[in-house]
């Protein structure tokens, strides 16, 4: 089992810019793969970004420029630097967590909200 915690969400205005952090703890050995999905009002859940171990990140084309996701494997915490945020990058953050056998575990979620 892996336990998942966010945090930095908030209010921003357009334009603005805030960090989300994201703690992995318990069976963490297995993780090859971290990563941000969203899920906005009415919509799907949907991928942000995502870092595999020892790989290139990989980004949503509509945040690719404004966004840029991070580890650090020492504290097992995985960020998502968002900058330029618009309206429509409103929605509830989760941070998920990938096993080398494709276990997938989730955290609650933070919410982003930004105002015009």
């Known amino acids: 089992q892996v336990q998942l915690v966010e945090s930095g969400g908030g209010l921003v205005q357009a334009g603005g810019s805030l960090r989300l952090s994201c703690v992995a703890s318990?069976?963490?050995?297995?993780?090859?793969?971290m990563g941000w999905y969203r899920q906005g009002p009415g919509k799907q859940r949907e991928l942000v970004a995502t870092?595999?171990?020892?790989?290139?990140?990989n980004y949503a084309d509509a945040v690719k420029g404004r966004f840029t996701i991070s580890r650090d494997n020492a504290k097992n915490m995985v960020y998502l630097q968002m900058n330029s945020l618009k309206p429509e990058d409103t929605a509830v953050y989760y941070c998920?967590?990938?096993?080398?056998?494709?276990?997938?575990?989730w955290g609650q979620g933070t919410q982003v909200t930004v105002s015009s």
């Open positions: 998920r967590s990938r096993g080398n056998y494709g276990a997938i575990y």
């Open positions: 318990g069976s963490i050995f297995g993780i090859n793969s």
């Open positions: 870092l595999t171990t020892g790989g290139s990140p």
